[in-house]
């Protein structure tokens, strides 16, 4: 899965697959993440967001365990 990189205090970048709906998160503290069953809509969101640290608290944090 390719990386996009991000404009963001928090996220260096993301990634998606729409065929798994796997989505991955690159930290700017270095760790990577998966997040399983993501709707593109929410992947969209966060691409999309201004603040990406904030989307990421309000609509992905602690939801889509792998």
Known sequence: MGMIPVSSSAITA???DPA???MKI???????Y???RVPAHVFQGL????????YYNDHIRDRYQC
């Open 47 to 54: 691409l999309h967001a201004r603040s990406k640290g904030t």
């Open 34 to 36: 998966d997040f399983c």
């Open 26 to 32: 690159r930290f700017v503290l270095g760790h990577t």
């Open 14 to 16: 993301i990634g998606y």
């Open 20 to 22: 798994t709906r796997r």
